[in-house]
């Protein structure tokens, strides 16, 4: 079945650094990714979605890179602050164009 | 704009009890959805809804039922409340029922059933 993962649970970075979290996904069918920042004790947050027929998109510090061959996404986030810190998590839209969350990456930010 | 507003935000329940999460969107979402979120689990649907009027189960949909008589409305009733129902809802919509993307999320409801 479909199944999204990520490669590191935890992430901790030193503030103004660059972060870069992973995502791999299984299903060489999903047409659609999206990428959510969730703080604690709030819900999902949407960050950045990118379709199937991109390579990369960019937002504001962040931009998402999406590579089919190996079926990976990763969420680049330029100058980290302290307000990053949070669980990212990636979602792919497969058959029946259900959404399937990944279990989340854990940012610290160090001051 | 208010976006899909949860409440209660904190639950907690006896084995047995029946309760009704409610969630609101003002946003003329067609598109609205339950999920609940475990450690170690990821997010997990529960119900969907692709329009007033229309139901349909998502991943985990038992001990779980669902209506949705407006727009905005979509509450989620547990009907004989179970320990395993102990989790952090969340209720999401989106503009489109067909695309499925970029779904917004209410701030979440903990549910604790003893």
């Known amino acids: 079945g479909e199944s999204v993962g990520l490669h590191l649970p935890t992430l901790s970075v030193q503030e103004g650094d660059n972060s870069i979290i992973n995502c791999a996904y299984s299903?060489?069918?999903?047409?659609?990714f999206i990428w959510y920042k969730q703080e604690s004790g709030k819900g999902p947050q949407f960050i950045i979605d990118i379709r199937s027929n991109m390579d990369k998109r960019q937002g504001q510090r962040v931009t998402v890179l999406l590579n089919k061959t190996v079926k990976h996404l990763s969420l680049q986030i330029a100058a980290t602050q302290p307000g990053d810190s949070a669980v990212y998590f990636c979602?792919?839209?497969?058959?029946?164009?259900?959404?399937?969350f990944g279990e989340g990456t854990q940012l610290t930010v160090n001051p | 704009n208010a976006g899909v507003t949860q409440t209660p935000k904190f639950q907690v329940l006896k084995t047995g009890q029946s309760m009704t999460l409610q969630c609101a969107q003002d946003m003329n979402h067609e598109y609205m959805s339950w999920y609940r979120q475990d450690p170690g689990m990821g997010l997990r649907l529960i119900h969907y809804?692709?329009?007033?009027?229309?139901?349909d189960q998502g991943e985990v949909p038992n001990g779980y039922n669902v209506s949705r008589s407006t727009t905005e409305d979509f509450p989620l009733r547990l009907l004989s409340a179970a320990p395993s129902q102990t989790s952090v809802y969340f209720c999401?919509?989106?503009?489109?029922?067909?695309?499925?993307?970029?779904?917004?999320f209410g701030s979440g409801t903990q549910l604790s059933v003893l």
């Open positions: 979602a792919e839209r497969g058959s029946g164009s259900r959404l399937t």
């Open positions: 999401a919509s989106s503009y489109s029922s067909r695309a499925n993307e970029k779904l917004f």
């Open positions: 809804s692709v329009g007033a009027g229309i139901t």
């Open positions: 299903n060489s069918a999903s047409d659609y």
